[in-house]
């Protein structure tokens, strides 16, 4: 307030997220002039959101997923990302297993927030995920996981749980964190 050149980002925040994510304070530095320029409001709309992210993966259908994860980043719910936000979610959508991450991956698939994972709520983020796979990639996949059917097939497989039981967090992270199957499925990574 009042400072007119405080396009820097608070001490708070910038501590708060050396502590939570990989990135040093210079690269958080970087993120913030490039945030501020692409967003002078300080906040991302979920439109903004989708756009962005349909740069990222320009031959597919990225609208569907943009939303779950814009869901799940948004954590005060105000229709909007702010930096923080922001920053933390492209950190966890950036490649890796760590305890966080798939914290996060399961808030993506825990589509009612209730803290629990269903066979329909792990069907709906499958094709949503299969969606941002471009087409000729598709046709190489391997015979179960060319469909988002059988994506979501196999990777309930791995929690090892009846078409009707549920998935808690804890359960979810180790599914994912011994199959390494299983953390194939639940993230695409474009370019590869
Ligand atoms: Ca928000
Ligand atoms: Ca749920």
């Known amino acids: 307030m009042g400072n007119s050149k405080s396009g820097a980002v ?52 990225a609208n569907t997923y943009a939303q779950h994860v814009f ?15 922001y920053i933390i979610a492209l950190h966890m959508t950036s490649t890796g297993k760590t305890t966080s ?17 269903t066979k329909s709520e792990v069907k709906e983020i499958c094709t949503a ?25 196999k990777l309930w497989q791995f929690f090892e749980k009846g078409e009707n039981d549920r998935v808690a967090e804890g359960e979810f992270i180790k599914g994912v964190m011994d199959n390494d199957g299983a953390l194939r499925l639940i993230q695409y990574e474009p370019g590869r």
């Open 129 to 153: 995920i299969f969606k941002l796979i471009p087409k000729d990639e598709q046709a190489d996949l391997p015979d179960d996981e060319n469909t988002a059917e059988k994506r979501a097939d």
């Open 71 to 85: 869901r799940s980043f948004d954590t005060n719910e105000d229709g909007t990302l702010d930096f923080k936000e």
């Open 10 to 61: 608070s001490k708070e925040i910038l501590e708060d997220l050396k502590l939570n994510t990989k990135f040093t304070e210079m690269e958080i530095v970087q993120w913030y002039e490039n945030f501020k320029r692409q967003c002078p409001t300080g906040r991302i709309s979920k439109e903004e959101f989708q756009s962005i992210y349909s740069k990222f993966f320009p031959e597919s259908d």
């Open 101 to 117: 991450k798939l914290e996060w991956a399961f808030s993506l698939f825990d589509v009612d927030k209730n803290g629990y994972i």
